[in-house]
């Protein structure tokens, strides 16, 4: 069974931090419970996770937690995290910088048909969504994994046009394209982390994982 990785928000005021509940309106589909307020949540084996955990995190989390949390989110937290969990984090929210996130990129890879693979050129640009559907392919869905490391070689430039055409048609490579970061994790993005983008105070704010 998969894991489930949630972002929880709290605020901090005068008598120190809180669950942020007075901005709960922000969030596409706030889960408020036992008095904590979980912007999004996504399975461990998706997109966040490398966006946030690992050693090419893009934006990397702080390891542990707080020794400061308010009440609840104590309680909540660490009735789910063992001492040492890897996904036990936290962040405060300008560090995010989430303004930013329609201009900053990522390299993302993944298999296609052969004959689709000259559409995404030197992988270096969006992926070619249209002229799929130019080809027949009404509903295109990209089996995406993701490469952070930008020294490696692009996949796709290590197929030279002939390699390509000598393949049977059905043959599978991989090619890679680009997608900013609020592309890349759509689903969180849309949930919850674009409504604290314009948020007053923002640094009064951080986010703490959680796990379910």
Same mark, same amino acid.
């Given at each position: 069974?998969? /894991? @489930?990785?949630? +972002?929880? $928000?709290?605020?901090?005021?005068? @008598?120190?931090?809180?669950?942020? +509940? *007075? %901005?709960?309106?922000?969030?596409?589909?706030?889960?408020?419970?036992?008095?904590?307020?979980?912007? =999004? &949540? &996504?399975?461990?084996?998706?997109?966040? /996770?490398?966006? !946030?955990?690992? @050693?090419?995190?893009?934006?990397?989390?702080?390891?542990?937690?707080?020794?400061?949390?308010?009440?609840?989110?104590?309680?909540? %937290?660490?009735?789910?995290?063992?001492?040492?969990?890897?996904?036990?984090?936290?962040?405060?929210?300008?560090?995010?910088?989430?303004?930013? &996130? *329609?201009? *900053?990129?990522?390299?993302?890879?993944?298999? %296609?048909? %052969?004959?689709?693979?000259?559409? #995404?050129?030197?992988?270096?640009?969006?992926?070619?969504?249209?002229?799929?559907?130019? #080809?027949?392919?009404?509903?295109?869905? $990209?089996?995406?994994?993701?490469? &952070?490391?930008?020294?490696?070689? +692009?996949?796709?430039?290590?197929?030279?046009?002939?390699?390509?055409?000598?393949?049977?048609?059905?043959?599978?490579?991989?090619? /890679?394209?680009?997608?900013?970061?609020?592309? !890349?994790?759509?689903?969180?993005?849309?949930?919850?982390? =674009?409504? +604290?983008?314009?948020?007053?105070?923002?640094?009064?704010?951080?986010?703490?994982?959680?796990?379910?």
């Amino acid at each position: 069974m998969s /894991t @489930d990785i949630n +972002l929880l $928000l709290e605020y901090r005021d005068t @008598d120190g931090w809180r669950p942020a +509940l *007075h %901005v709960a309106d922000r969030v596409e589909d706030p889960r408020v419970r036992i008095g904590i307020l979980n912007i =999004c &949540w &996504w399975s461990v084996r998706s997109r966040p /996770t490398s966006l !946030f955990f690992g @050693d090419n995190a893009v934006i990397p989390f702080n390891a542990g937690l707080p020794n400061d949390l308010s009440p609840r989110v104590y309680d909540y %937290v660490r009735a789910n995290f063992e001492d040492g969990d890897r996904y036990a984090a936290w962040i405060p929210l300008p560090d995010l910088d989430l303004s930013s &996130w *329609h201009r *900053h990129t990522v390299i993302v890879g993944g298999p %296609v048909q %052969v004959q689709y693979a000259h559409l #995404f050129g030197d992988g270096r640009q969006p992926p070619p969504i249209a002229q799929l559907i130019e #080809f027949g392919i009404t509903d295109p869905v $990209l089996e995406r994994v993701t490469d &952070w490391r930008n020294e490696r070689k +692009l996949e796709f430039a290590e197929h030279r046009p002939h390699d390509l055409q000598q393949r049977p048609s059905d043959s599978i490579v991989n090619v /890679t394209w680009i997608e900013s970061l609020d592309q !890349f994790v759509a689903g969180i993005w849309r949930e919850g982390l =674009c409504g +604290l983008v314009d948020i007053e105070s923002p640094e009064r704010y951080r986010i703490i994982t959680s796990i379910g």
